[in-house]
């Protein structure tokens, strides 16, 4: 449903989805376009959500990242730096 509302409501095109896992949770990373908004060109988004269930609630994180520069170097290392290093922690019962 994520993906379609990305494309539906947002415009976004070029979708490339990747399953993983974050600190033993589900997780997906999704590279896509995002069309210009307000001031905002058209730009390259990564888009991180998690997804955690226990017994009485589900939780959802997400993290975006996003730049005019996408072939930046810094951009680049720095981007992948923060996807691999985002945790997701549950409150204590």
Same mark, same amino acid.
């Given at each position: 449903q994520n993906r379609g509302n990305l494309e539906t409501m947002m415009g976004a095109y070029d979708l490339d989805v990747e399953s993983n896992t974050t600190c033993g949770f589900p997780s997906e990373t999704t590279h896509y376009m995002a069309p210009p908004?307000? *001031?905002a060109p058209e730009r390259p988004i990564i888009m991180h959500a998690v997804v955690a269930r226990t017994t009485d609630a589900t939780y959802l994180a997400t993290l975006t990242i996003q730049t005019?520069? *996408?072939d930046n170097p810094t951009y680049l290392s720095d981007s992948q730096e923060i996807i691999d290093g985002f945790q997701m922690l549950l409150p204590s019962s």
């Open positions: 908004m307000g *001031p005019t520069e *996408p």
